[in-house]
């Protein structure tokens, strides 16, 4: 797409020494108009995401009609620091996968950090799963929507949900089968972002580590990630094996059954973790039936459901050996999918209040608030 600044066929940056290319920020700047309210998608941990559109040079186009994108920037005072911009570039800049976000290009300019991505029309699956129809129809998700984009307010479908996990399974098996191991250690459904079809691709990997060497299990470092997805084995000993991101991947199965968040403190006492809440739901077909997510309204084949809930349950052992590998994950969900019964029409399943309350809007911590990950040194 011929991006002159920090494009990923340059070298990867080691430095911060400010970008010869003087004029990159301001690119980016008009492509999001000066990096307006209206154009933010969303907001993580560590800055914003604005929609932008670049200027199409060959037709001399205006802007907000060229290739769209998405730019993140980084907070000055709260970002994740140099090491995990560099970490992003260094990882997705190098591969490429239909089921990982393309990274078009970087910009590091004095104070700022850029980082600019394909657009995932649809958003992130957790939008979907978690956002209130009152909030798709909001203010904030219609500016990101813009006139181009229609509102999403439909719940994901039964075969939505199972296209997106996999894909998103996808995504991780092709990191774990590359050549040199890539552990992807924040896998959760934020992370993973929807095209117009929705199709998963996986993003943002400022925390993805080189797996271990052939007589290692596991490389020891850092707890970082977020609550609630990051594995116990991970947690308790700074351990990170490749099969805990298997882990991370059965929390959002669960997610996808039940549209519940991983973590949510404004549930009940028990029902805080949502994996630890719900495993023995997911092996009692009956069980099961009261932890689905109602907005299915019962148009979903069971038994399909079923499965996919032994699947989380494998994926969620509390031993790394006991998972299965991503591979294993992805052949599971396409025989899953394959033998997908047509829907039953069933009345809608009723659910004990006692087990589902309607839900807040509460954002998941990342590990940093007890191993700080703000606080890491910037390489200045
Ligand atoms: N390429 C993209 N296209 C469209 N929307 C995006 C894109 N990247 C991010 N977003 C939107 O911006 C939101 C914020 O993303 P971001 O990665 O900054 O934070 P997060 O994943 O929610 O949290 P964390 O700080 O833990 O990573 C996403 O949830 C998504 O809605
Ligand atoms: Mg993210």
């Not at 797409?1 to 008009?30: F, K, Q, V, Y």
């Not at 129809?137 to 929507?145: G, I, Q, T, V």
């Not at 969900?333 to 033998?339: G, Q, W």
């Amino acid at each position: 797409m011929g991006l002159c600044w920090g494009s990923l066929s340059d070298s990867p940056p080691t430095t911060t020494t400010p970008s010869s290319t003087g004029n990159i920020s301001s690119e980016l700047r008009a492509a999001t108009r000066n990096f307006k309210t209206e154009n933010v998608l969303g907001e993580g941990g560590f800055g914003k995401v604005f929609k932008g559109w670049l200027e199409d040079k060959t037709s001399g186009k205006q802007s907000n009609v060229g290739t769209v994108i998405a730019v993140k920037k980084l907070n000055a005072e709260s970002f994740q620091g140099f090491e995990e911009w560099q970490c992003e570039v260094n990882f997705l800049g190098r591969v490429s996968h239909p089921n990982l976000v393309k990274l078009l290009g970087y910009c590091l300019e004095g104070e700022e950090l850029l980082l600019v991505y394909e657009y995932m029309q649809k958003g992130s699956l957790e939008n979907h799963l978690f956002r209130s129809t009152n909030f798709l129809l909001s203010e904030s998700f219609l500016y990101s929507s813009k006139s181009d984009d229609p509102p999403i307010i439909m719940p994901l479908t039964w075969d939505i949900r199972l296209k997106i996990a996999i894909g998103a399974a996808k995504g991780l098996a092709f990191l774990h089968a590359s050549e040199k191991q890539v552990i992807y250690r924040d896998f959760k459904a934020s992370n993973i972002l929807l095209d117009g079809s929705f199709n998963a691709k996986i993003s943002d990997f400022g925390l993805a580590k080189l797996g271990p060497s052939a007589s290692q299990s596991h490389i020891t470092t850092r707890v970082m990630g977020t609550q609630g997805y990051a594995a116990p084995e991970y947690v308790a000993t700074g351990h990170l094996y490749v099969k805990s991101d298997v882990y991370g991947f059965g929390v959002v199965l669960a997610e996808i059954l039940t549209s519940l968040h991983a973590l949510d403190p404004t549930r009940p006492s028990g029902q805080h973790n949502l994996t630890e809440w719900i495993k023995p739901h997911l092996s009692e077909r009956r069980k099961l039936r009261s932890i689905m997510d109602p907005r299915l309204e019962g148009k979903y084949p069971f038994k399909s459901a079923f499965r996919v809930a032994q699947l989380a349950l494998k994926c969620l052992g509390p031993e790394p050996k006991d998972r299965p590998s991503m591979k294993e994950v992805v052949e599971s969900l396409e025989l899953i999918e394959a033998a997908n019964e047509k829907p039953l029409e069933r009345r809608t399943t009723k659910t004990p209040p006692s087990v589902r309350q309607q839900q807040g809007h509460y954002r998941p911590q990342h590990l940093s608030s007890f191993r700080p990950r703000h606080t890491m040194a910037r390489a200045r």
